[in-house]
């Protein structure tokens, strides 16, 4: 299906950028979509995958991974019953999802690379997509969403009276969109037409069924040491800390001295969001080191070993970061978005969907900057306390660019064959869009 897709955005910028005499433009967008996907992109992430690589060798190394794992045994079987339960991709799978639901994505991508790359390993067919692959991806492009703190972030910076009112409709924007894509995701696996094939002519012998769950399970890790009793003195004092630093930066008020110079927009809520998106990066930073060193993991040792493979999946991603938002970069130039959106305008109005938001629902899938820009924008022209302005901030934090998550997860392990990933994705895509526009129709109308 991706080839189709990139194919027919390259042919349908060259026709539309021709006819429309914007054929420099198009020029112009393959170029500077080409470089920013190596400049601003790549190598950018190269360095946030090698700190976060390696603070997940220390997580995998002082057992914290398959502990998550075990705990969420039940839920991850019924996701991924191809994948041994006791395998070190479920835990990486557990760490992304939270991540990503905490709003944490520079966390969340490293982590999610890792349990690609161990899924990977599970894969008969390497260049195709797996199962449990495909989910993963569809949970990613779904992921329940706690804490929209861009969106909120935009509504608050304009002024709006409420900026935190969008946490809970995106929250059920997501169940929703979570809803679909899982449904379509494990649907579409038993379709003809997106079952798994072999890579090549010398792998016809093998056999092309849907996938079984494996049989024989990854060698056990080496157990850690013990944490000692004045290590769980230690681990107490830490979380105490952390737990002070949660109450001074939720309940500035509490300090001694304080003296607020204006309320702040959003109360107290607000004030704990800030809170946890501020604190949870050092905690995850500082707790595993510390987690493992207490396990007697040599923690300088192990983070080296675990960033040493950071560079290289960065390296790996490049062509095919390059190859999606070159395509992407055309077509916007060629203003295809633009015209889109005028022909489908008038059906969409039939739906009760406002025709303001649909640049935005189809640059959503595409691109995250060019949909914060297109967010701000809504927010700018019809004031920060408009339902419109609610709309757009709902989908931005309920929704995915969904063709970067594919390019970045699938590039990083030379996945070429995606399968039914795609559709499952821009169908969980489309639900969530038509979700926000109707649940904040029925809040805020």
Not at 76 to 81: A, G
Not at 389 to 412: K, N, P, Q, R
Request: include cysteine; hydrophobic fraction near 55%.
């Amino acid at each position: 299906m991706l080839n189709y897709i990139w194919l027919a955005f390259m042919l349908l910028a060259v026709i539309i950028g021709g006819a429309t005499g914007h054929l420099e433009e198009v020029v112009k967008g393959a170029f500077d979509m080409a470089k920013s996907a190596v400049m601003d992109l790549a190598l950018p992430l190269s360095a946030v995958i090698t700190l976060w690589l390696g603070v997940m060798r220390l997580a995998e190394k002082s057992g914290l991974v398959f502990w998550l794992a075990r705990v969420l045994r039940p839920i991850l079987k019924f996701l991924f019953p191809e994948v041994p339960a006791d395998h070190p991709a479920m835990g990486s799978i557990v760490m992304n999802v939270t991540a990503n639901m905490l709003g944490l994505g520079n966390a969340a991508t490293p982590m999610g690379l890792r349990a690609m790359t161990e899924l990977q390993k599970l894969n008969p067919f390497p260049a195709t997509a797996t199962n449990a692959m495909c989910t993963f991806l569809t949970i990613n492009t779904a992921s329940i969403q706690l804490i929209p703190a861009t969106a909120v972030a935009i509504l608050a910076v304009n002024g709006a009276k409420n900026p935190t009112a969008i946490v809970g409709t995106a929250f059920l924007a997501t169940l929703i969109s979570q809803a679909v894509g899982l449904t379509a995701v494990k649907t579409l696996q038993n379709l003809p037409m997106f079952r798994a094939k072999p890579d090549s002519l010398s792998e016809t012998t093998m056999s092309a069924a849907p996938e079984k769950p494996a049989t024989t399970l990854p060698e056990s890790p080496v157990q850690p040491a013990k944490i000692t009793t004045g290590g769980t003195c230690l681990l107490v004092i830490f979380f105490a800390f952390f737990a002070w630093l949660f109450v001074v930066q939720a309940f500035p008020d509490l300090r001694p001295g304080y003296m607020p110079a204006t309320t702040a927009s959003g109360g107290i809520f607000i004030s704990m969001v800030k809170a946890i998106s501020l604190l949870a990066i050092p905690f995850f930073l500082s707790f595993f080191p510390l987690y493992a060193a207490l396990r007697k993991i040599k923690v300088y040792e192990e983070f080296v070993e675990g960033a040493k493979e950071g560079f290289g999946v960065a390296i790996r991603i490049i062509p095919y970061l390059v190859t999606i938002l070159v395509a992407i970069g055309m077509f916007r130039g060629a203003h295809g978005i633009e015209m889109m959106t005028n022909i489908l305008r008038p059906v969409l109005s039939l739906i009760h969907f406002p025709p303001e938001l649909v640049p935005l629902a189809f640059m959503r899938p595409l691109t995250g900057s060019g949909s914060i820009a297109l967010v701000g924008d809504i927010v700018k022209t019809h004031g920060a306390n408009n339902i419109l302005s609610m709309m757009a901030a709902t989908i931005l934090g309920s929704t995915e660019t969904t063709f970067y998550v594919l390019a970045v997860y699938f590039g990083s392990v030379g996945i070429k064959r995606t399968r039914h990933a795609i559709a499952s994705g821009l169908l969980a895509d489309i639900a969530g869009i038509l979700a926000s526009v109707y649940i904040c129709q029925i809040v805020f109308g």
